[in-house]
């Protein structure tokens, strides 16, 4: 992802709109990236503060440290979709493996009994 292309979805990231695909590039480029994090940083952090007055909230916060943890929140997320995603194939192997050897079984080829 170029630096154009990452500070063209800034504005989606802070709203939340980033499909998972292309938060996980963004979220990539912009921990590599020292300028687009500063960008991101600035957005992110006038987002905050007008969101802040808005809501009048009582509890004090610290906007440079509420960008790590919304880029921590994100990146957990998306691990944990790629976890799910991986429990799927790997129980979808699992379901294939069972069909197969209940086929050997049903042709006589192989008996599922011998296994216990
Ligand atoms: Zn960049």
């Known amino acids: 992802m170029t630096c154009k292309?990452?500070?063209s979805m800034v504005r989606e990231y802070i709203a939340g709109e980033l499909p998972p695909k292309e938060l996980e590039r963004f979220i990539e480029h912009v921990r590599g990236c020292g300028n687009c994090y500063e960008e991101l940083e600035t957005f992110f952090m006038i987002d905050r503060?007008?969101?802040y007055l808005d809501e009048e909230t009582e509890h004090s916060?610290?906007?440079?440290?509420?960008?790590?943890?919304?880029?921590?929140?994100?990146?957990h997320a998306l691990a944990r979709k790629?976890?799910?995603?991986?429990?799927i194939i790997c129980l979808a192997v699992l379901v294939i493996v069972l069909?197969?050897?209940l086929l050997l079984d049903a042709f006589g080829i192989f008996q599922i009994s011998r296994l216990f």
């Not at 916060?61 to 990146?75: I, S």
């Not at 790629?82 to 429990?87: E, G, L, Q, T």
């Open 49 to 51: 503060a007008v969101r």
């Open 5 to 7: 292309e990452a500070q």
């Open 82 to 87: 790629r976890r799910s995603k991986w429990a």
């Open 61 to 75: 916060f610290n906007l440079k440290t509420l960008l790590e943890k919304d880029l921590k929140e994100k990146e």
């Open 99 to 101: 069909m197969c050897l």
